[in-house]
């Protein structure tokens, strides 16, 4: 089975080797036919703290690397 690769906007590089990146989609509401954006936030691995606030990046699905990351950053 493939891994999911998303792509979204780092809003967070505070901590050592983590990004936490914001993914937006787009939904059409099932009643009332309106777009309604929903956002959910990941943390991923980035091994060489090179991506910082505000840059887009693509992050993709692995094995777990700690109690929170299960996505890791593709350069």
Do not use: F
Not at 43 to 57: E, F, I, Q, S, W
Request: aromatic share 4%; with cysteine; net charge positive.
């Amino acid at each position: 089975m493939p891994k999911r690769i998303l792509s979204g906007t780092v809003t967070s590089d505070k901590n050592e080797q983590t990004v936490t990146v914001v993914v937006e989609r787009r939904i059409t509401h099932p009643v009332l036919k309106k777009t309604i954006r929903k956002s959910k936030k990941y943390r991923a691995h980035d091994p060489l703290n090179t991506y910082k606030t505000g840059d887009a990046v693509r992050i993709q699905e692995c094995a777990p690397i700690s109690k929170t990351k299960r996505w890791e950053v593709l350069a």
